[in-house]
């Protein structure tokens, strides 16, 4: 814990939502400074443009980032290149160890941003002002289509780790920002013991949306479901970040918050966005930049992991980034029925380690692991590790509903998924710890495979 967290967990309560109430309207004002009005209307004009109109946009922004990359970062210097693909790809390695390579602007120049590591190493990236306003445009323009706008009453589930113990003695287990009434609810303290505690904050607050991990708030409405509770005031929307939304987990939460549950894919280090749409389908959208699908020979594909150049990422250039994610294509001839021609995505499928690897099955999905749950009662939420090729540890958070039929069927599911040839080790713990990001990782995948 740092210093400046000892001395704020010490501060009365009151005190403590006062510098967060303050804190959080200082970076707002940075955000929405500068550039941001005029990326929000450009960005609602964006909505009207016709296929020609777009394209010339698009080259526009790739020309302009094109300039700035190859002529004020040190690391990109070499790439006086016009053919994206004659560019190197970038691996998370370089992004640290040659951060002061890449980065086009000064920290003091610029605005900084860490990325949370839930793969073991911690990033930081250096933003323009321009681009950080443009990111949160698009952001809010998002958001806004589906009736968000700062100052509705919002429940925010992210990675700051600033309650105690002793506060959840007392019944507080979020932080409150007054001043754009949002309510930011620690991760890290979700389990059955402190559920009341969460439940009646919740209906107490009765937010009109949500946003944040969906497995927290997964974790909370699985509680609830099981005991037959749902809010009192129904939610809106909840807008999932930073983690994969299974499909149970859409399930389960859109029955307890009887909310829509609208999904989009972003980073902390700036990759492009993937926005979900007033129709349900995931839209790349190419003015922030471009993904490229490639198979384990990084050839193009259709469903595969994603190299990213992003358009706002001026500061720290991110070209043919490795960022560790997947995504599956959808067919190109696929319309929309909201009428968008930006490209469509048929799935997010998560990390490139979010699979489990069988010499029977191949790679198992995370998505495909998530389903061997289904019919199954009594399992609170369950971890899958995988250290060796042939084995895998299976932890498992269970209620009074588990028994030994229960558990016949998670184990029959789970061994359809990864075939008869592989050993699984079963662990019943009370907890599964979180990443010291806040985020939880459904899977974790140690092996070194290519």
């Known amino acids: 814990m740092s210093k400046a967290e000892k001395v704020f967990k010490a501060t009365p309560f009151l005190l403590q939502n006062t510098a967060i109430s303050i804190w959080n309207t200082r970076l707002y004002k940075q955000r929405h400074n500068g550039d941001y009005n005029y ?8 909505e009207d443009m016709s296929n020609n109109d777009i394209q010339n946009e698009i080259n526009k922004k790739k020309k302009y980032f094109h300039a700035i990359v190859t002529s004020k970062s040190e690391w990109y210097l070499p790439y006086k290149l016009t053919d994206l693909k004659d560019f190197p790809i970038l691996e998370k390695e370089d992004l640290i160890s040659s951060f002061d390579k890449i980065k086009t602007i000064n920290e003091s120049e610029g605005i900084t941003s860490h990325t949370g590591g839930t793969t073991g190493a911690s990033m930081k990236v250096v933003y323009t002002k321009s681009n950080m306003q443009e990111r949160f445009a698009i952001l809010d323009h998002f958001r806004a289509k589906h009736g968000y706008e700062l100052g509705k009453k919002t429940a925010w589930f992210s990675g700051k780790n600033l309650i105690s113990d002793k506060d959840l003695q007392k019944g507080i287990c979020s932080h409150y920002d007054f001043f754009n009434k949002i309510r930011f609810y620690s991760t890290f303290h979700i389990n059955e013991k402190n559920f009341d505690v969460y439940w009646k904050s919740l209906n107490k607050f009765s937010p009109e949306f949500i946003v944040g991990f969906p497995f927290s708030v997964y974790e909370i409405c699985e509680i609830a479901d099981r005991r037959g509770l749902s809010l009192k005031n129904k939610v ?41 749409c007033v129709e349900g389908s995931l839209h790349i959208n190419p003015f922030t930049g471009i993904f490229e699908v490639v ?9 595969g992991e994603v190299l990213v150049t992003s358009f706002t990422t001026v500061g720290t250039p991110l070209v043919r980034y490795r960022i560790g994610d997947r995504i599956r294509l959808a067919d190109p001839n696929k319309t929309c029925k909201c009428g968008s021609s930006f490209p469509l995505v048929e799935n997010l499928e998560g990390r490139k380690t979010d699979f489990i690897f069988s010499f029977e099955r191949g790679r198992i999905s995370l998505a495909n692991l998530s389903n061997s749950t289904k019919g199954t009662k009594g399992i609170v939420c369950f971890q899958v590790i995988q250290e060796v090729e042939t084995e895998i540890s299976v932890k498992i958070v269970i209620n009074d509903q588990y028994n030994k039929s229960e558990e016949d069927k998670f184990i029959y599911a789970l061994r359809e998924r990864v075939g ?18 806040g985020k939880f990782r459904f899977v974790k995948n140690n092996l070194e495979l290519k």
């Open 295 to 303: 198979d384990e020979n990084m050839e193009p594909a259709i469903e």
């Open 420 to 437: 008869n040839n592989i050993n699984i080790d079963v662990k019943y713990v009370k907890d599964i710890p979180r990443e010291k990001s």
């Open 236 to 276: 809106n929307v909840f807008f999932p970040n930073a983690e994969n939304l299974l499909p149970h987990y859409r399930e389960v939460i859109g029955r307890v918050l009887g909310c829509k549950i609208i999904d989009q894919y972003a980073s902390s280090e700036g990759a492009p966005f993937i926005l979900e």
């Open 39 to 46: 990326f929000r209307c450009f960005y609602k004009s964006t």
